[in-house]
């Protein structure tokens, strides 16, 4: 079975401050991808981050960063310095390779950045 | 704009209508994908298409759910005798491929907000 965990419903945070968003998932397959979607409060889902399998390089870009880890079957997203326009659902989600393309997604994150 | 679009944007109904969803593709895309995000179910896959292949239906709820994808773009869900746990936001989706290890990023449109009296 396939699954995704989001751990933590809300996070409120002061601007600045840097905030880790966390992702862990379960599948049997071997190949995988695993996505961050960014969820404002407009409601269309943007994409974040498309991240395979088999790279588990860490990402930058920008004040994003991901953090891939197979050992522990984490997709960690850390935004630094935060800022108010962050505030968003953000959800992780898992596409298995083998001709099902639904994404599996977390239940979201709801990031709130106060000034 | 070049995005994915969903229309209408609002749909409010009565328990037992029936209700057509439109999505237009981003122009190119072969792949289509439905979601419907509501509360305490989070975001759920309901049915996706990929060029001319049969569509995999397997996350609509039930057989009122129903789904078209007429010359490969336009997509249309249809929900017959609306009940009111299908009020949600349903979301479409469209990838330029969705061959496995293809380019699979899945854009997404504003979504319909249904909600079912």
């Known amino acids: 079975a396939q699954k995704v965990t989001q751990a933590q419903t809300e996070i409120s945070v002061v601007e600045k401050e840097d905030v880790t968003l966390d992702c862990v998932y379960e599948?049997?397959?071997?190949?995988?991808?695993l996505f961050w979607y960014k969820q404002p409060p407009s409601g269309e889902l943007v994409f974040l981050i498309r991240r395979n399998s088999f790279d588990e390089q860490n990402e930058i870009s920008g004040r994003y960063s991901w953090n891939f880890q197979k050992s522990t079957s984490s997709f960690n997203f850390t935004i630094t310095a935060s800022q108010v326009v962050d505030s968003a659902v953000y959800f992780c989600?898992?596409?298995?390779?083998?001709?099902?393309?639904?994404?599996?997604f977390g239940a979201g994150t709801r990031l709130a950045v106060h000034p | 704009g070049a995005g994915v679009s969903q229309s209408p944007s609002n749909k409010v109904t009565e328990k037992g209508k029936d209700v057509e969803l439109r999505c237009d593709p981003i122009s190119g895309h072969t792949a289509l994908y439905w979601y419907r995000q509501s509360l305490g179910q989070g975001l759920e896959f309901l049915i996706y298409?990929?060029?001319?292949?049969?569509?995999?239906k397997s996350g609509l709820p039930s057989d009122r759910f129903s789904a078209e994808r007429t010359g490969g773009s336009v997509s249309t869900l249809t929900i017959q005798r609306t009940q009111q746990e299908d009020s949600a936001v349903y979301l479409c989706?469209?990838?330029?491929?969705?061959?496995?290890?293809?380019?699979?990023?899945?854009?997404f449109g504003p979504g319909t907000r249904l909600t079912v009296l």
């Open positions: 989600a898992l596409r298995v390779s083998g001709g099902y393309n639904k994404l599996i």
């Open positions: 298409f990929q060029g001319n292949s049969a569509p995999d």
């Open positions: 599948t049997r397959d071997t190949t995988y991808y």
């Open positions: 989706a469209s990838s330029l491929t969705g061959l496995a290890g293809g380019l699979n990023e899945q854009f």
